[in-house]
């Protein structure tokens, strides 16, 4: 049930999403044969803003208040224990369905400290907007990254650790390389990924 209801959900995003990506092309003006469409920087700005919005709702007004009031709590295997995902799962879930939609746009959490390899930074430039937020902890990092002969802009937003569930998670997990992470400390980024072709 808990899987049906997250699969509706992200569904619902990623259609959002391929709607942004793929419809927002103007049509062409006089005299140019290129599309005109919405530069990458405001794009990445909106999916981030939805994230932003969507996470901090799933967070604190079901997670947390799910859990306060006894009903169902949110666990890192919450397939088998018949709970809820944990904020970062949510995140991670809707990713993945958005990127097995075929628009291209990808987003995904990394961190400097993941608690699974997968997390890590694929490339420099996710490496540098990681390590930019310990000097500029508010402002998103961005830059053009390659793969083979493909180009993708990439923007990487910090991730707040904006609940104490995070924080708990985090600091406990026996995997997980650092344990001190305060409310509100920058626990890695939000990269954003929008093929330039």
């Keep these: 049930m808990h899987r049906v209801r997250l699969s509706i959900y ?3 995003f990623a259609f959002f999403v391929i709607g942004l990506a793929g419809g927002s092309a103007a049509p062409p003006s006089q005299g140019n044969s290129e599309m005109q469409g919405i530069p990458p920087e405001k794009v990445a700005g909106y999916v981030h803003a939805i994230l932003k919005a969507d996470r901090t709702i799933y967070t604190t007004h079901i997670v947390n208040r799910m ?3 006894g009903v169902v709590s949110a666990t890192e295997h919450w397939e088998q224990d018949n709970a809820l995902p944990l904020p970062a799962q949510f995140l991670q879930h809707s990713g993945k369905l ?3 939609s075929g628009a291209g746009i990808r987003y995904r959490l990394i961190s400097l400290w993941p608690i699974y390899q997968r997390n890590s930074p694929a490339n420099d430039l996710e490496r540098q907007g990681l390590e930019s937020f310990s000097r500029i902890p508010a402002q998103p990092f961005t830059g053009i990254a390659s793969s083979g002969k493909k180009r993708y802009f990439q923007a990487i937003y910090p ?3 904006v609940s104490a569930a995070c924080i708990k998670c985090h600091n406990a997990h026996p995997l997980s390389p650092k344990r001190d992470f305060k409310l509100n400390d ?3 980024g939000i990269a954003i990924t929008i093929p330039l072709e």
């Design 10 to 12: 992200a569904a619902s």
């Design 67 to 69: 859990q306060e009031k």
């Design 98 to 100: 958005v990127a097995e």
């Design 159 to 161: 991730d707040l650790a």
């Design 186 to 188: 920058v626990m890695g």
